[in-house]
C-alpha cells in the first residue's frame, strides 16, 4: 500500500527511528534533528516505536549493506518486532548506487521503509475548488 496516498496504512504499526551521520564531529546534534522529525511523525501517524538505532560515524556509501542494516534485518527475521523503518531520507539508508536492492531486501523480511523527508500527507491537503461557470464566461 502506498504510504504517500493512504498514510493511515501506518497507524498502530510498530517502528524502529533509524537515524545515521557520516562524521561523528556534529553528529549528535544531526542525529538529534532526525529523531526528532522521526518521532514527530510517527506521533503524527500514531505508531507506536520500539526501538531508536543512531549510527554516528558511518559512511552511507559502502558497502552497500553495512553492518547496522544486516542487523536490522537480522532482527526482523529472527524477533520480528517491528514492521517500519523510519528515517529522515534515502540518504540515511545508502548513498550509494543500490537503494532499490536495499529496500527490496527490507520488503522481502516484511520491513517497509519510510522517508520522513517524502512523505506527503494527503489528509491535510485542501480538496480542490472548482470554478462553477457562470453565464458570464
Given at each position: ?112 521503509i519510510v522517508y520522513v523527508a517524502t512523505y506527503t500527507p494527503t489528509a491535510r491537503r485542501r ?11
Amino acid at each position: 500500500m502506498d504510504v504517500l496516498h493512504h498514510p493511515e496504512s501506518l497507524r498502530g504499526r510498530r517502528y524502529i527511528a533509524y537515524a545515521r551521520c557520516a562524521s561523528k564531529q556534529g553528529s549528535t546534534q544531526s542525529l538529534r534533528r532526525q529523531l526528532r522529525l522521526i518521532r514527530q511523525f510517527g506521533n503524527r501517524c500514531k505508531m507506536r516505536c520500539v526501538d531508536v538505532v543512531r549510527s554516528p560515524g558511518l559512511n552511507g556509501r559502502t558497502p552497500l549493506l553495512r553492518w547496522d542494516l544486516s542487523m536490522l534485518l537480522a532482527r526482523k527475521c529472527n524477533e520480528d518486532d517491528y514492521d517500519v523503518l523510519v528515517m529522515e531520507d534515502p540518504a540515511r539508508l545508502t548513498r550509494a548506487n543500490g537503494l532499490g536492492r536495499l529496500e527490496a531486501f527490507f520488503m522481502f523480511c516484511g520491513v517497509q521503509i519510510v522517508y520522513v523527508a517524502t512523505y506527503t500527507p494527503t489528509a491535510r491537503r485542501r480538496p480542490i475548488q472548482r470554478r462553477q461557470r457562470g453565464n458570464d464566461e
